[in-house]
T-cell receptor, first 116, second 110 residues
Framework: ETGVTQTPRHLVMGMTNKKSLKCEQHLGHNAMYWYKQSAKKPLELMFVYNFKEQTENNSVPSRFSPECPNSSHLFLHLHTLQPEDSALYLC???????????????FGPGTRLTVL | QQPVQSPQAVILREGEDAVINCSSSKALYSVHWYRQKHGEAPIFLMILLKGGEQKGHDKISASFNEKKQQSSLYLTASQLSYSGTYFCGTEVRDTDKLIFGTGTRLQVFP
């Protein structure tokens, strides 16, 4: 595997379900991100992990819970979601220096989530 | 804080040129450009870090006017492969956030 992979690619869940999205990067990067992309909205940054530490939570509802067990893996745990949470969820990774700007981000193919 | 992109959509014939603009109301540290084809992940095009900086590869280039807090992406002699949605991402000074614009949909026809 190369680049950034995401599983599953498609997910349909009910509002009472609990599910998890998985992201894995094979690029040796030290930062990983979750984005939400809705039909008529821009890419919305949800969470940022630098060196496995969460440095950004962009006012995301608590029904979304990220987990970064190591620098290569990132999870997004989902529970009691709402229909408006249906969207494409993209994972990305990059190599960041401690106090530097965002570098080139490599995106995974995304998980298309539908909440019924 | 979200940057504003214009135009929202562009339709071109092969060989024509286009300019996509990205404006911010905040002082910027950097501007990023990405292209996303339908059903695919966004792909990085370039980052501009300094005011006045210009970059390019192939026939796609960009400039960053730090004073005006804006960036422009130039597509010259467009090819069919340029079709997609172009996003600018802006990093505001003294924040740790990269915020994307709403995108510009570009369609190139033969």
């Amino acid at each position: 595997e190369t680049g950034v992979t995401q599983t599953p690619r498609h997910l349909v869940m009910g509002m009472t379900n609990k599910k998890s999205l998985k992201c894995e990067q094979h690029l040796g990067h030290n930062a990983m991100y979750w984005y939400k992309q809705s039909a008529k909205k821009p890419l919305e940054l949800m969470f940022v992990y630098n060196f496995k530490e969460q440095t950004e939570n962009n006012s995301v509802p608590s029904r979304f819970s990220p987990e970064c067990p190591n620098s290569s893996h990132l999870f997004l745990h989902l529970h009691t979601l709402q229909p408006e949470d249906s969207a494409l969820y993209l994972c990305a990774s990059s190599q960041r220096i401690a106090s530097g700007a965002y570098n080139e981000q490599f995106f995974g193919p995304g998980t298309r989530l539908t909440v019924l | 804080q979200q940057p504003v992109q214009s135009p929202q959509a562009v339709i071109l014939r092969e060989g024509e040129d286009a300019v996509i603009n990205c404006s911010s109301s905040k002082a910027l540290y950097s501007v990023h450009w990405y292209r996303q084809k339908h059903g695919e992940a966004p792909i990085f095009l370039m980052i501009l870090l300094k005011g006045g900086e210009q970059k390019g590869h192939d026939k796609i280039s960009a400039s960053f006017n730090e004073k005006k807090q804006q960036s422009s992406l130039y597509l010259t002699a467009s090819q069919l492969s340029y079709s997609g949605t172009y996003f600018c991402g802006t990093e505001v000074r003294d924040t740790d956030k990269l915020i994307f614009g709403t995108g510009t949909r570009l369609q190139v026809f033969p």
